[in-house]
């Protein structure tokens, strides 16, 4: 199935080629054949899109628009930017690449174990080609989802990706459409699903051409990068077409699974019909189409349940949202020294409520936003969400770039994965933390403009001034910022980083093998603080039942837990197998009369033995 409305520039199977572009106030409207320095006038109808077919055109072929006939611009729905932001566009010919994963159907969301990275400092060399021979390693860790940092062309070759501004056109330093299919094939052929990132709340300012073309952009409303987009003002259908149709063209052309949906809150629509929710609609009726479902996960800062809650009762329809709450709630019971960042946050009873309910501020007065804040999500089930002990924006907008690894010892980080991957929710981690990476993640950009990167240089430190934390913002625009986030790829095989990668294997694996684990029902889930540091998690399904440990402080705690029967040892953090320098004992095979002693920063994992003739056990293994 293959639409020409996915693509301003079609190529069809006789070597002619459909060039259309949205324009509704632009009275005449040219494409510029580059090679042939030849100018061929388009048609308009009546909703403002310019379109003609034009003889032998093949892909490769490079061309602007000239709206009204005056300068030369870049398509805005261009698929590909050979030279960069500020140049031709090049036709592509999305029939070209042989897929070979044609038996994917995709995995089911709430079995997602996913694995955020950035293409240009996941390895030296920051190509999509390059990151297929590391798909083994994650494969090993247990991950089956990929989370692909924008890829969207961005000005020059160094940049996070949220400063995109051609939303159709992949990376050019990256290796382009041809090295992002070969790597989203190379990933189903080993049951992994990939995930997009992509943008829909802004552009970025460097090669931003669509002024010249039509009325993407109101001033009805502000966002932290200047104008709104127009989602729901006059003209407001091309736009909003603009942007469900490049959703629906990464499912149909790069066959990826899911998108992951940048601040979702800073786009405005008062509308009947709220953008978010025409997308879910329009990929929903593309799921069906193509018998494979699809999904979208949202990034949101209103903790509002109205993101996910189905269409019927108001809400968007969203697969399921990032949980910051559970990302502080963690955090602040494990960095001391810079928990201050999230001054709201820090208590147990924090932590015990991300894990029952979800939002931890669900209409109470908080301090940072000087309001209420949130609504409940009780009940909600906990596929809905992902959560995360670090991600881009955790790491990156902090001056020095520092990792949970960079922060806190071997033990809390130990502790850490236990946290996440024994949550009720979907796990994200990001990439090398599952080796305990030492490198930072910095934030970094290669802008052409001067005054733009000034701007950016001041806007970085304004926008992020209530983190509390010390040392000097790095240059975003120096290239040794960019290289110092390259992660370093040899640490995994020294210790204790290999010992950090087979615990997250241990945890994956388990997180795989327990029913009680796959149940994201809330009413399974029990969240019982025993003190200021020490929080129990009871998680039960039809088949078992699990008692999850974790103790957050340094001090051991003889522990009485309200849960009677023999439960066995599943796994400690704490055990000898898993430490670099013993000083416990390991903890007991099992344990009866709700009791056990926890020693200090440690998670462990019991399960209930429904079977009261179990034999006991005559190993602490």
């Avoid at 042939?36 to 403002?48: C, N």
């Avoid at 928990?339 to 109470?364: C, M, N, P």
């Avoid at 430190?461 to 983190?467: G, L, R």
């Avoid at 000097?472 to 120096?478: G, K, S, T, V």
């Amino acid at each position: 199935m293959k639409h020409s409305w996915l693509s301003a520039a079609f190529l069809r199977d006789n070597s002619s080629c459909r060039f259309s572009v949205w324009a509704p106030l632009v009275q005449t409207m040219e494409v510029h054949l580059v090679k042939e320095e030849r100018t061929v006038p388009m048609e308009k109808d009546a909703l403002g899109y310019f379109s003609v077919t034009i003889d032998k055109v093949s892909a490769g072929c490079r061309y602007f628009f000239r709206p009204d006939g005056k300068e030369n611009f870049p398509d805005p729905a261009s698929n590909y930017q050979p030279n960069g932001v500020h140049d031709f566009s090049e036709v592509v010919d999305h029939d070209a690449f042989v897929w070979s994963d044609n038996d994917w159907r995709g995995l089911p969301f709430r079995d997602y174990i996913i694995y955020e990275l950035h293409v240009g400092t996941f390895t030296p060399q920051g190509t999509f080609e390059a990151i297929i021979p590391k798909l083994s390693h994650l494969v090993d860790c247990g991950v089956n989802a990929i989370e692909i940092m924008p890829v969207s062309q961005f000005p020059g070759s160094r940049n996070w990706g949220y400063d995109g501004v051609f939303p159709y056109a992949v990376q050019n330093t990256y290796g382009g459409p041809p090295g992002l299919k070969k790597l989203v094939n190379e990933c189903h052929r080993r049951g992994i699903a990939v995930v997009m990132d992509v943008v829909y709340n802004h552009l970025g300012p460097e090669g931003n051409y669509f002024g010249k073309y039509g009325p993407y952009f109101t001033n009805q409303y502000h966002t932290p990068w200047g104008d709104a987009i127009n989602f729901d003002q006059e003209w407001s259908d091309g736009v909003r077409d603009y942007f469900v149709n490049n959703a629906l063209y990464w499912f149909e052309y790069f066959h990826v699974d899911a998108l992951r949906l940048d601040a979702t809150h800073t786009v405005f629509d008062q509308g009947a019909v709220h953008f978010w929710q025409y997308l879910h609609e329009r990929v929903r009726a593309f799921s069906a189409k193509t018998g494979r479902e699809r999904y979208l996960i949202a990034e949101s800062d209103l903790n509002s349940p109205r993101v996910i809650n189905p269409t019927s009762i108001g809400g968007y329809g969203l697969t399921a949202q990032w949980l910051d709450d559970f990302h502080h709630a963690l955090y602040t019971k494990l960095d001391e020294e810079r928990k201050e960042r999230y001054s709201d946050f820090g208590q147990i009873t924090h932590l015990a409520k991300a894990y029952k309910e979800g939002f931890v501020f669900s209409g109470e007065y908080v301090e940072f936003r000087k309001r209420k804040y949130g609504a409940s999500s009780a009940g909600i089930p906990g596929d809905r969400f992902v959560v995360f002990n670090a991600n881009h924006d955790q790491v990156g907008n902090l001056p020095d770039g520092a990792r949970l690894s960079m922060t806190i010892d071997f033990e809390r980080l130990k502790l850490a994965a236990a946290a996440l991957l024994f949550a009720p929710y979907i796990p994200l981690l990001f990439m090398g933390e599952e080796y305990g990476e030492t490198t930072p993640f910095h934030y970094f950009i290669s802008h052409s403009d001067p005054g733009l990167v000034e701007a950016v240089r001041k806007g970085r430190k304004a926008e992020f001034k209530h983190f509390k934390s010390t040392g000097e913002w790095l240059d975003p625009q120096d290239e040794k910022t960019f290289g110092d986030s390259v992660l370093n790829w040899a640490l995994k095989d020294q210790r204790p980083h290999s010992l950090l990668f087979d615990w997250y294997k241990e945890l994956i694996s388990l997180r795989k093998s327990q029913p009680a684990l796959q149940n994201f029902d809330k009413k399974d889930i029990e969240a019982i603080p025993v003190n200021e540091n020490v929080l129990i998690v009871r998680r039960r399904s039809e088949v078992n039942e699990l008692l999850v440990f974790l103790n957050l402080g340094e001090e051991s705690l003889e522990c009485q837990f309200p849960f009677s029967g023999r439960f066995r040892k599943l796994v400690c953090s704490r055990d000898s197998r898993w430490s670099e320098s013993q000083t416990f004992d390991d903890l007991p095979g099992e344990i009866l009369d709700g009791m056990l002693t926890l020693p200090g920063l440690c998670a462990c994992l019991y399960e209930l033995v429904m079977n009261e003739s179990f034999p006991p056990s005559t190993t602490n293994d």
